[in-house]
């Protein structure tokens, strides 16, 4: 054991003099995490998105006033986005126009007599060109009102046909509470996840401290084929020192580099771009399964590379397709067919385990991804043991 250590500590002076595992451990990571934040944050952020309105209210009757009152404003109070009032239906044509605003709703005069006459009438939506998605969000609001009056109208007349009664204003007017209070047959409700959608900020930090990780720690298990090209494990080899020694320290230097690495990502997103890891038992947990995966997928390379250079090349392959199939760039949808094969890669169960210790109450939330993790890693690395001791010859 104290061989290894000592080959532990002689492989981080000569990588801390070395300083590209700096670059490729922190800097690449936190600075890659930082722009895809920015970048994307508002495509993945709930609430992020910038969306305006404008109303114009020309009708000024009763159920007008409804449509304002009890359907955009309070939307508007949720933040969902901002209403702007225009007197007249061409100020609000005009800022869609221009691009002031993504729609406009036009509330045309005569409205509210005519909605209380059951005549036909509509709320006009004026979508600006450069925001579809937005201008449809409009529309769905508004004919989401429009259903709601006409399964009102439908009510009352259904009472007046099905009872025999004259149509009556003022009757009308007195079953209208009543059908208001009449509960929905179907409605939307809203369950816990068992997962927590994480934040832009965090889950790039997330997806690129994994991604990097798989690089990072090749520069322990990597020093194996080094010394073999430089010639000095035939000093290390005529010392007594055994090739599990050898072999256990290398695996020591990129467990150490790898923990080294996502313990400096983690404090340094959550303190420098506002990343929310949760638990920290539980986020330490994924952390040393993610470095025991990754160093398994590092030894199998480096059994069957010939060169540094190859091994490297190889890892690099092999991280980025990982990453990729993992959903570290985008968040691939469970329920697809490409959702189903990322997992396979610990990429996705690191991910998947910080959502759940996220939406968690404590750290065991975050052991059935990581035992995962850590399978991965120790099924890989023990397929690498059957050649690796062949790394460690002259």
């Not at 952020?45 to 009757?61: H, K, Q, W």
């Not at 997330?206 to 990072?216: D, E, K, S, V």
């Amino acid at each position: 054991m104290r061989a290894a250590l000592l080959i532990l500590a002689k492989d981080l002076r000569q990588r801390v003099r070395d300083r590209s595992v700096f670059l490729w451990g922190i800097v690449a990571p936190l600075g890659l995490a930082a722009i895809f934040s920015l970048i994307l944050g508002g495509v993945t952020d709930t609430g992020s998105l910038d969306v305006s309105y404008a109303v114009a209210d020309e009708d000024g009757g009763e159920q007008g006033a409804a449509f304002v009152d009890q359907v955009l404003r309070p939307l508007d109070a949720e933040g969902l986005f901002e209403i702007v009032e225009v007197p007249t239906a061409e100020a609000a044509e005009e800022l869609a126009a221009d691009g002031d605003v993504d729609a406009s709703f036009v509330i045309p005069a005569g409205f509210s007599e005519a909605v209380e006459a059951g005549e036909d009438t509509s709320i006009l939506v004026i979508g600006n060109v450069g925001s579809a998605t937005f201008a449809q969000v409009a529309r769905s609001i508004a004919g989401q009102y429009a259903g709601q009056i006409n399964t009102i109208g439908a009510a009352v007349f259904t009472y007046f046909a099905v009872s025999g009664e004259d149509p009556d204003p003022e009757r009308a007017a007195e079953l209208i509470p009543a059908v208001l209070e009449i509960p929905e047959p179907l409605v939307l409700g809203e369950s816990e996840a068992s997962s927590k959608e994480l934040s832009a900020p965090t889950f790039y930090s997330a997806a690129m401290a994994i991604l990097f990780l798989f690089l990072t720690v090749q520069f322990g298990v990597l020093g194996l084929l080094e010394e073999r090209q430089n010639q000095t494990l035939r000093r290390l080899l005529a010392a007594p020192i055994s090739r599990r020694a050898i072999i256990a320290g290398k695996a020591l230097t990129s467990f150490v580099i790898g923990i080294a690495s996502m313990a400096v990502l983690v404090v340094g997103t959550t303190l420098l771009l506002g990343a929310e890891w949760g638990d920290s038992l539980g986020v330490a947990v994924l952390v040393v399964a993610g470095v025991v995966a990754a160093m398994g997928i590092m030894f199998v390379i480096a059994a069957f590379a010939n060169t540094p250079e190859q091994a490297g090349n190889l890892q690099a392959i092999v991280a980025f397709v990982l990453a990729m199939l993992g959903g570290t760039f985008f968040p691939v949808a469970p329920a697809a067919w490409l959702g189903q094969l990322s997992l396979l890669t610990p990429h996705a169960w690191f991910l998947r385990g910080l959502g759940d210790v996220a939406a968690g109450s404590g750290p065991g939330d975050a052991f059935p991804a990581a035992l995962y993790i850590a399978l991965f890693g120790l099924v890989t690395g023990l397929l690498a043991q059957f050649r690796i001791g062949k790394v460690v010859r002259p």
